[in-house]
C-alpha cells in the first residue's frame, strides 16, 4: 500500500537526523539530569545546552525556557498558572480572562474549567476568514482582564493570528492602565499567552517580538518525538506551578528531565533555525499545497476553502467538499494509503462539528464536510498527483451514495 | 475504531442505491447532524401469503458508520416478513455488525428508524389503494 502522509498538522514523522541524536540518551546516556556524579552531570549539560539553543531560537534568557511534556500540558500551564497565581495573591478578586473561540481544547477546556470556579471567561470570535481583529480584542477587555491567549496558528485552518500586533496592543492597554493606574488602582495588567504549536516551522517565534509573556510550543508537530514541549515563561509573570515534586525546573515544573526527548526537540529546532533550508523547504511545501488546491478546484465542483488564503501557513488545505461527510472521506483515502484528516462531528467523538469552523461561519452540514490536508518536509509532488487521481472518484462515490443530489 | 466488519460493508456496501417503483420510502436525519438515510423497500409476498421485503436499497449521506448501519440493515431486513422486519431494534444492526463506538450507535438507531418509516409509508399507502 502506498504512504502518503498528509496529516503533518496532527504529528510529523521524526527525521532521521532527530532520532539519531536522541539515540545515545536513550542507551549509554541515561543519566537523571538531576542526580550530582558525573553521569548525571553529563545529562544535565545536555539539558543545559538544548536550553540555551531554545533560549536563542525564542529570543529569550535560557531561564525562561521549561521543558514540558507537550504543548497540552504547556497550554494548561498559561492558563491555569497564571491564573491560580493571581487568584492565590487576591483573595475575593474575579479575574477575566480572553481566549480566542478557535483555540485547540488544550486553552479552551482549562478556561471552560476556571469559569467553572467563578473566573470570567471571553470567548473571542474570528471574522469568517478565521482571523481575530484587534478592534474585537479591544472591545472584549476589562478592568479585571488578567490574560489573553490567542494561538498564533490555527491547527484546522492554518491562519495565522497578528501575534505582534496583539501583543503591542496589549502593551499600550498596560502602559495606559499603569499611568492612569495611580488614579483608579483598579486596573489589572494584562498578560499575553500565545499556542505557537502550530507556527514553529512558519513563523517568526521571536518572543520579544512578539511580545507575549507565555508561549506553548510541542516537538512532535516539527519532527521532534512526542511526549516532549516547551513552555516560555517570562520572567515576573505570575505563576503557580501545576505539577509538583522534586523542584526541578525552579520549582516551575517538576519531574526527571526527559533527557532523550529535549534533545530532540533541540535537534528539530536546530533544523527550523536553519534560516536557508528553512525557508526553501517553507517554499517547497507551499507549491504543493498551492498544486494540491489548484488540481482539486479543477476537478471537482461545489468545494470551498477555509480561512484567509494570505495570512496562513504553507502547509494547509482546508477544504470543504459539499454533500459528502468528512470522515467517509478519509476512511476511503485511509484505504489507498493517504492519510488527511476532517472537521466533521463524526471524528471527534461528540455529535458537534469542528469548532473551528463553526466559530468561522460555517453551517454546520457543511462543516461535516471538511477535510483537512496539511504537507510536511516528507511530502513530494507524487503523493499530491496521487490525491488527485484518488479523490475525485472518492467523492463522486460518496454523492452518488447521498440521498440529497 | 471500527472493527473489520463495519469497514468491510463500508468499502463496499450492499443494496445501495435507488428503487425507482418502491413501495415504500423512509428518510430519516438532517444535514445539520451530518446523516441523512433513505431506505427504500419493495414489498411482495412469501409462500405462506405472508408480506415480505422483497428487495431494499438505500442511500445515505453520512460517516463510515452511517454507511455501514444502511448496508447492514438491507441484508438484515431482505426476504423477511414485514412483521419481522419491524422487529429488528434500535441497536441490533450494530450488534450484528459486531459492535460499533459508543458514539456511533445513533447510527444503528438512524438505520433502524429509516426501515420502520419506510414500511409506515407502505402501509399508509396500501390503505389509501383499498
Partial sequence: MKNIYLDNAATTPIDPAVLKSMEPYLRANFGNASSLHYVGLEAKRTVDGVQEKMGHFLGCLPQEVYFTSGATESDN?????????ILRANSGFKPHIVVSAMEHDAVLEPAKQLSKDGVEVTYLKPNNKGLIELDSLRKAIKNNTVLVSIMYVNNEIGTIQLIAEI???????????????KATASRRKIYFHTDATQAVSYCDMNVVKLGVDMLSLSAHKIYG???????????????????????????????????????????????????????????KIKELRDYLIKGIKKSIKRIRINGDMIRRVPSNASIIFEGVEGESILLMLSQKGIAVSTGSACSSGSLEPSHVLRAIGVK?????????????????????????????????????????K | MYNEKVLKHFQNPHNQGVIKDADGVGQV?????????????????????????????????????????????????????LEEAGKIGKLDIANE??????????????????????????????????
Fill in chain 2, 29 to 81: 436525519g438532517n444535514p445539520v447532524c451530518g446523516d441523512i438515510m433513505k431506505i427504500y423497500i419493495k414489498v411482495g409476498k412469501n409462500k405462506k401469503g405472508q408480506e415480505i421485503v422483497s428487495d431494499i436499497k438505500f442511500e445515505t449521506l453520512g460517516c463510515g458508520a452511517a454507511i455501514a448501519t444502511s448496508s447492514m440493515l438491507t441484508d438484515m431486513a431482505k426476504g423477511k416478513t
Fill in chain 1, 77 to 85: 500551564m498559561a492558563i491555569l498558572g497564571l491564573t491560580g497565581a
Fill in chain 1, 364 to 404: 454546520p452540514e457543511l462543516a461535516h464536510g471538511s477535510i483537512r490536508f496539511s504537507l510536511g518536509r516528507f511530502n513530494v509532488k507524487k503523493d499530491i498527483d496521487c490525491v488527485l487521481k484518488e479523490l475525485p472518484l472518492i467523492i463522486k462515490r460518496l454523492r452518488e451514495m447521498s440521498p440529497l
Fill in chain 1, 225 to 283: 518525538p512526542k511526549g516532549v514541549g516547551v513552555f516560555y515563561l517570562k520572567r515576573g509573570t505570575p505563576f503557580r506551578s501545576l505539577i509538583w515534586g522534586g523542584h526541578q525546573q525552579d520549582g516551575i515544573r517538576s519531574g526527571t528531565y526527559n533527557v532523550a526527548g529535549i534533545v530532540g526537540l533541540g535537534k528539530a529546532i536546530e533544523l527550523i533555525a536553519d534560516k536557508k533550508k528553512n525557508k526553501e523547504e517553507n517554499k
Fill in chain 1, 167 to 181: 501583543g503591542q496592543l496589549i502593551k499600550e492597554l498596560n502602559e495606559k492602565a499603569a499611568a492612569s493606574a
Fill in chain 2, 97 to 130: 455488525l459486531g459492535g460499533l463506538p459508543q458514539a456511533k450507535l445513533h447510527c444503528s438507531v438512524l438505520a433502524h428508524e429509516g426501515l420502520a418509516k419506510a414500511i409506515e409509508d407502505y402501509k399508509q399507502k396500501s390503505k389509501k389503494h383499498k
